[in-house]
């Protein structure tokens, strides 16, 4: 973490967690606005002449589509199609951004480096060079406002301001997402917290991601699910147009042939207050399942009180349709419900590979 950002967030009364973020101990679990340190992110720059080239090469979106005024989703997938991690894209300048959790970044680091080869590109963490922090709710949008003059008004669009980026995120409600230097940092949170919004900790930005129906791939579920499994074609996280990149061609097969098996869906369960909680990669089960593999496990979750959670769960369509399926083996009966952006009536779709 960038040090002259943790002395400022342990002003305002917060202490560094474990996964590397701000946490406060007073938050209110419910804001109506609120600010979030988003340290447990990590920043990935890659610069160059021939950086959105060797990108293009790499990743399931079409880098081309990238201006100062439009972010995209993307990841980075294997020989196999399976998405070893996924992230949000941008542009300052000449260099490109990827923004993912920290734990995720070395290992993509390490191997997008083993690809570079001879492209007169550079790769280096930027994780501690800019601060990036959450800001939900009427509150933070006035203070942004005064400071931008503009908002994006569509999901995954851009404003700029200097060296500091504001991103509009998915949502029901107005979020976004502010990625700058320290000092620009400190200067809209004191704005925003004047304007009324308070201090909130990271699970409440990972809760509004599984809301909105935007995956996060951890390393528990690496190389668990091909992109369209959790929904990246249909939150502008995939182009089919783009030409080649790895693991292209199964992800090409499974959009053009056949019919997509499993999906992305938000699911809800109360479990007992001392259960386990059902961490990503949680295997589900259900007696209606067809396949011989477990019938979906959890993307991500996130508690909302009292035994109560909320998740993403990839699972096969006919499980989740028969309404049946559990977490574990002897867990609770999940209730499952389309992501707010819907299914496409008709969805073609390559058969699972193996």
Same mark, same amino acid.
């Given at each position: 973490?960038?040090?002259?950002?943790?002395?400022?967030?342990?002003?305002?009364?917060?202490?560094?967690?474990?996964?590397?973020?701000?946490?406060?101990?007073?938050?209110?679990?419910?804001?109506?606005?609120?600010?979030?340190?988003?340290?447990?992110?990590?920043?990935?720059?890659?610069?160059?002449?021939?950086?959105?080239?060797?990108?293009?090469?790499?990743?399931?979106?079409?880098?081309?589509?990238?201006?100062?005024?439009?972010?995209?989703?993307?990841?980075?997938?294997?020989?196999?199609?399976?998405?070893?991690?996924?992230?949000?894209?941008?542009?300052?300048?000449?260099?490109?951004?990827?923004?993912?959790?920290?734990?995720?970044?070395?290992?993509?680091?390490?191997?997008?480096?083993?690809?570079?080869?001879?492209?007169?590109?550079?790769?280096?963490?930027?994780?501690?060079?800019?601060?990036?922090?959450?800001?939900?709710?009427?509150?933070?949008?006035?203070?942004?406002?005064?400071?931008?003059?503009?908002?994006?008004?569509?999901?995954?669009?851009?404003?700029?301001?200097?060296?500091?980026?504001?991103?509009?995120?998915?949502?029901?409600?107005?979020?976004?997402?502010?990625?700058?230097?320290?000092?620009?940092?400190?200067?809209?949170?004191?704005?925003?917290?004047?304007? =009324?919004?308070?201090?909130?900790?990271?699970?409440?930005?990972?809760?509004?991601?599984?809301?909105?129906?935007?995956?996060?791939?951890?390393?528990?579920?690496?190389?668990?699910?091909?992109?369209?499994?959790?929904?990246?074609?249909?939150?502008?996280?995939?182009?089919?147009?783009?030409?080649?990149?790895?693991?292209?061609?199964?992800?090409?097969?499974?959009?053009?042939?056949?019919?997509?098996?499993?999906?992305?869906?938000?699911?809800?369960?109360?479990?007992?207050?001392?259960?386990?909680?059902?961490?990503?990669?949680?295997?589900?089960?259900?007696?209606?399942?067809?396949?011989?593999?477990?019938? =979906?496990?959890?993307?991500?979750?996130?508690?909302?009180?009292?035994?109560?959670?909320?998740?993403?769960?990839?699972?096969?369509?006919?499980?989740?349709?028969?309404?049946?399926?559990?977490?574990?083996?002897? =867990?609770?009966?999940?209730?499952?419900?389309?992501?707010?952006?819907?299914?496409?009536?008709?969805?073609?779709?390559?058969?699972?590979?193996?």
């Amino acid at each position: 973490m960038n040090t002259d950002w943790q002395a400022f967030l342990e002003s305002q009364g917060g202490h560094i967690g474990s996964d590397g973020a701000a946490q406060f101990d007073s938050a209110p679990a419910k804001p109506a606005s609120a600010l979030i340190d988003l340290s447990q992110l990590g920043l990935i720059a890659v610069a160059g002449p021939e950086a959105q080239t060797f990108l293009q090469g790499q990743l399931s979106n079409d880098l081309r589509e990238l201006s100062e005024t439009h972010t995209q989703l993307s990841s980075h997938c294997s020989a196999k199609g399976r998405m070893l991690a996924n992230f949000r894209v941008l542009r300052f300048e000449e260099s490109l951004f990827l923004l993912l959790p920290r734990v995720q970044k070395d290992s993509l680091l390490k191997r997008l480096r083993m690809f570079l080869l001879r492209a007169k590109a550079t790769i280096d963490d930027a994780s501690d060079a800019l601060v990036c922090i959450g800001l939900i709710g009427a509150c933070a949008e006035t203070s942004l406002t005064q400071a931008f003059g503009r908002l994006p008004s569509e999901p995954n669009a851009m404003v700029r301001k200097g060296a500091t980026a504001l991103i509009r995120v998915a949502d029901s409600s107005p979020r976004y997402l502010l990625i700058g230097p320290a000092e620009a940092a400190r200067s809209a949170w004191e704005a925003a917290r004047a304007a =009324g919004a308070e201090p909130a900790n990271p699970d409440l930005w990972a809760l509004q991601d599984i809301r909105a129906g935007i995956p996060t791939v951890l390393p528990e579920t690496s190389e668990s699910f091909v992109p369209q499994m959790v929904n990246m074609q249909l939150i502008d996280g995939v182009s089919f147009h783009k030409g080649c990149y790895t693991g292209q061609e199964v992800v090409a097969r499974m959009q053009y042939l056949g019919k997509l098996k499993r999906r992305m869906y938000i699911a809800q369960a109360e479990l007992d207050v001392d259960a386990e909680p059902p961490a990503p990669g949680t295997l589900l089960s259900s007696l209606n399942s067809t396949s011989e593999q477990a019938p =979906g496990r959890v993307v991500d979750a996130r508690a909302t009180g009292n035994g109560r959670w909320e998740m993403l769960v990839v699972a096969e369509i006919s499980a989740a349709e028969s309404g049946e399926l559990r977490l574990g083996d002897a =867990g609770p009966v999940l209730r499952i419900s389309p992501p707010p952006y819907g299914f496409p009536s008709e969805e073609t779709a390559q058969t699972e590979p193996a």
